[in-house]
């Protein structure tokens, strides 16, 4: 399956928890619009570069499309559909007035210069300007783009229409954004995973982390949890992977990582493979990197209770299946790191309110998102009876877009 047909798949088990009119079903699944735009650049050496850029708008009957941007050389037009479905679900979900989008670039971010980067951002955004706004659709950062790349965005955008920092979120604290949205996503997860373990009589505290990925979300996330005293046993990055089974130093890791560039060949820990790092025995399995890591391949070998979905779409269908089946609890993504975009519409809310939130103010909002959240979630899956939890938050926030969608009138 495809990412898309993946998430479709999902949704699908949302549906049949509702019993939802079929007719829905089309209405639901089908993304409003989709853009493909090429984007021709100069290079630093005088060549031209040639480049495909994409924004699927899914769903806005509960406010703005709102997603990510990511850079990356797999970026397509179905992962793209997959990724911005997912927001529709995570918006209502965690309960931003938002709809759901996604955008990308096929690009490899890393062969390219700054100045080349820039280039290809301003191209993109021109490309896309009159679809995007602060009230219409609202990109943020995803994997490969960052605070540099929304500044780009926020200044070409201003540029066409004059200032309005709110088309973009994730900006730099010093240029509009707000203060504990870089740690947003790994704050959440963080919290998600506290209110699942605390429902089952259990903690993080002592509780065994396996993270894949140590970029912004699980750098933040593995900073976090190892505050709270969570053991992280393993990590890996594109370069490698390490282990450590009485637990890894994460800020001396973390310091190594900003000397280094890398989690390989930190002091004090033994090199460990990707394969190696999925199986590793853990109670927390945290993919925090690339979608599909979990397949029907390597899912029986799973030696985890819970998989927190730091990334999104981190599941094969198959793999999910698998994980039912054998009793491992899979915390899914539209409701694991919803904690970004949830800070995002706190970027929002300042920005268009000319206000600035203190860190503490933002992380306690946050907080309250992510625990009433789970209330819903464990309220749902005790009304809807023997499911997973994907599915039950799948059903639930079909449940939220169903109903704006019948008040707002099919038209
Ligand atoms: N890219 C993040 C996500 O997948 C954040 C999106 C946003 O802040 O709009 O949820």
Request: hydrophobic share 20%.
């Given at each position: 399956m495809t990412p898309y047909q993946t998430t479709n798949y999902f949704l699908e088990q949302g549906f049949e928890i509702l019993k939802l009119?079929?007719?829905y079903k089309t209405l639901l699944v089908t993304p409003s619009r989709e853009l493909r735009v090429e984007l021709v650049i100069e290079n630093d050496d005088g060549s031209i570069g040639n480049y495909i850029g994409y924004r699927v708008q899914h769903d806005n009957s509960r406010g703005p499309f709102k997603g990510g941007l990511r850079y990356h050389p797999e970026v397509d037009i179905d992962e793209v559909r997959s990724l911005a479905s997912l927001m529709t679900w995570k918006t209502a979900l965690i309960g931003v007035p938002y709809g759901g989008a996604k955008g990308g670039i096929q690009?490899?971010?890393?062969?390219?210069?700054q100045r080349e980067l820039e280039r290809l951002t301003r191209r993109f955004t021109d490309q896309i300007a009159e679809f995007i706004g602060p009230e219409t659709d609202i990109p943020a950062p995803d994997m490969n783009t960052n605070g540099r790349v929304m500044s780009w965005i926020f200044d070409q955008y201003s540029r066409r229409y004059g200032f309005n920092p709110g088309v973009v979120t994730g900006k730099p604290v010093d240029l509009h954004g707000s203060l504990g949205r870089e740690a947003a996503t790994g704050r959440g997860c963080l919290f998600a995973i506290r209110e699942v373990l605390n429902a089952a009589?259990?903690?993080?505290?002592g509780s065994t982390f396996v993270v894949q990925g140590f970029g912004n979300v699980g750098s933040f996330f593995c900073r976090l949890a190892h505050e709270v005293g969570a053991k992280i046993t393993a990590v890996s990055d594109v370069r490698g992977g390490i282990q450590n089974t009485n637990g890894l130093d994460i800020p001396k890791l973390v310091e190594h990582v900003q000397k280094t560039g890398s989690v390989v060949e930190f002091p004090g820990s033994e090199p460990i493979s990707n394969a190696d790092l999925l199986t590793a025995p853990c109670d927390v399995l945290v993919p925090a990197a690339l979608g599909h890591v979990l397949t029907s391949d390597n899912a029986s070998k799973v030696n985890a209770k819970y998989i927190l979905e730091a990334a999104n779409g981190p599941c094969t269908a198959e793999a999910d299946d698998i994980f039912n089946q054998r009793g491992i609890v899979c915390i899914p993504d539209i409701f694991a790191n919803a904690g970004g975009v949830t800070v995002s519409y706190f970027e929002w809310v300042q920005n268009t309110q000319h206000l600035k939130w203190t860190e503490d103010e933002v992380n306690r909002r946050l907080e309250e998102h992510m625990v009433s959240a789970h209330k819903a979630l464990a309220k749902a899956m005790a009304s809807y009876g023997d499911c997973s939890m994907r599915a039950a938050a799948f059903a639930l926030a079909i449940q939220r877009v169903k109903e704006a969608t019948d008040m707002r009138g099919l038209g």
């Open positions: 009119d079929p007719r690009v490899d971010p890393y062969k390219l210069s009589g259990k903690n993080v505290s």
